[in-house]
């Protein structure tokens, strides 16, 4: 016989991440149960990966089941959550053990990393893709939304941005190995979501993002829902020193539009006073992440790139899917 | 230039269901913000359903999205919850704005009927699937779970049961429309999620699941969580005057096994205990549910069915996604 969902669900979903006594019971019946903290909201978040448009055909499976969570945490750091349990709906052609072996351990790795578990699954045919719907918790009050940043706010981002497009083209290249590609790739396979760093922002930032769609489309949410614009120095934009490298070599002069328009860099955008600049210069050193001030918001509508005297405006266009 | 993601879920997806005070911000930043209730404990459950696997092509849009929040609402029901909000990942392979349109015309009219509220979502390119995952509240320790069925118990089921199983078998036909096609087909595409009867038996049920897999398989989870067995009588499973009909026009003898094996009936199995039958009646009146009591929990392990004298052993297997 076959080993069937409840087969499966058992034995690779049940001891998924760690909790603590607010999981009244976890994975096994018609829904999990929950005892919720009423000094803490609740920030909830669903991501889904499809075969084909979110990863290619190649990608390992530990690198999915890593990359499904890992873009769902990247939601609740942008809100200065704490992650704390998430769903899993996961699409299969047919049942593979060794690519769900694989897919648990990716998914456990972080699950661990960051204390949340996984509390509910469903399990079912079709082709592959995974839905991950994550909980995280803020004191009340202290959640960094989008629509806070002011005029005169610095703007902020952490890490490097433009890596996971470059590790996108050169996934699609059939280039040697070198020194950058394994970089490049893995900022692409396996972005670092940035929690103890949302989480200490919360008291400084005054809007925030994650960059899942490229810097110029997501800092213009921020943008738009605070109805204020932004200047960003171009020669701030922080970039890896792979990435420098993968540019030289391919000849690529049009990088920075990697940073503003490439996806996938899960790197925190956020905005704070001028006042709490020490302070953040002192978050990026106790989480050791980079963290640059790129640019600053202003009151007239628009997204600016300013380069020596020069001000161009740019487009604010995201990476959207349907439209690739 | 053609819309993109934000201007889909801002154009169909912001407006649908109803929230009150507990929802502090919903759709439009990188997660939505809940104040959660310190007397009640959340109920969490997510499913999916794909294209060619839980619906077929021909399905229209408005059933889909129907059914795609009445399966998630029958998980809130089984465990005696109140449904309060839901997400959505919505995987689409190009934007098709009718199809858009009636989809959320199904969802919101269960949404408020049920008084939830979509809270945020995912809408990106792929094979058609839908992933929703709802929360719902008990008051704690009155949540109905599957592992308190006893010994001497009665086991309930609410409506009739086999109707989705035939109504399946019929939209693969293409026999002409007659008089119970169509309720048969209806109770495939519009299950009817058991939300007021789920509540009413906080009190009453010691366990409780909903019938997605086949009656003998979803009772089969509550036998094997209690650690009992069950005697069914044959002649009290309640079945539909049109499953009848559909059964005699098909000279279908076996039409018992639609109910015991088929899927997608989507009403509550449940145990209670004899001093409750009375109170168990007075629910299926007041909230206008037919209640059929079918059995009793025993101690002997394994599911039995008796038909006047005779009792056999039937296998408890649900329907299996993978295995079919």
Redesign the interface.
């Known amino acids: 016989m ?4 409840f087969d ?1 669900i058992r034995k690779y979903f049940t001891e998924i991440g760690k909790a603590s006594d607010w999981l ?2 976890g994975i ?11 000094e ?9 990966l ?5 990863f290619p055909g190649q990608c390992a499976a530990i690198d999915i089941g890593y990359k499904a969570l890992a873009v769902n945490l990247s ?2 750091a ?2 200065g ?1 704490e992650p704390k ?1 998430f ?3 996961l ?1 299969l052609p ?2 593979d053990h060794n690519w769900l072996k694989d897919f648990c351990l990716g998914l456990s790795q972080l699950a661990s990393k960051h204390n949340l578990k996984l ?4 399990t ?4 592959l ?1 995974i ?1 991950i ?2 909980a ?1 918790e803020t004191p ?1 009050k202290e ?1 960094i ?3 806070g940043a002011k005029v005169g706010d610095s703007i902020y981002v952490t890490g490097t941005l433009g890596d996971a497009a470059a590790g996108l083209a050169l996934c699609a290249q059939n280039e040697d190995r070198n020194s950058y590609r394994e970089a490049l790739v893995d900022k692409l396979n396996k972005p670092i979501p940035r929690i103890a760093v949302g989480m200490a922002l919360r008291s400084l930032a005054t809007a ?3 960059i899942s769609d490229g810097l110029a489309g997501d800092l213009g949410h921020i943008l738009e ?1 605070s109805g204020v614009g932004a200047e960003l120095e171009q020669d701030a934009i922080p970039f890896s020193d792979e990435l420098l490298e993968y540019a030289e070599k391919n000849e690529l002069t049009s990088f920075l539009e990697l940073s503003l328009y490439g996806g996938d860099d899960y790197e925190l955008c956020f905005t704070a006073a001028e006042k709490s600049h020490e302070a953040i210069e002192k978050v990026g050193i106790e989480e050791d992440c980079k963290i640059t001030r790129i640019g600053k918001i202003i009151s007239d509508n628009g997204l600016y790139l300013v380069e020596d005297n020069d001000t161009t405006e740019i487009n604010i266009t ?1 990476f ?4 690739t």
Chains 1, 2 share one sequence.
């Open positions: 076959s080993e069937s969902e499966i009244v019971m096994g019946d018609d829904a999990a149960i929950i005892a919720p903290s009423s803490h909201q609740l920030l909830i978040s669903i991501d889904t499809n075969l084909g448009v979110h939601d609740i942008a809100m959550g349990w769903t899993l709906s699409s047919s049942i509390v509910g699954g469903d079912t045919r079709g082709p893709s839905t719907q994550i995280g009340a959640v939304k989008r629509d925030c993002i994650d829902d995201g959207d899917h349907f439209n």
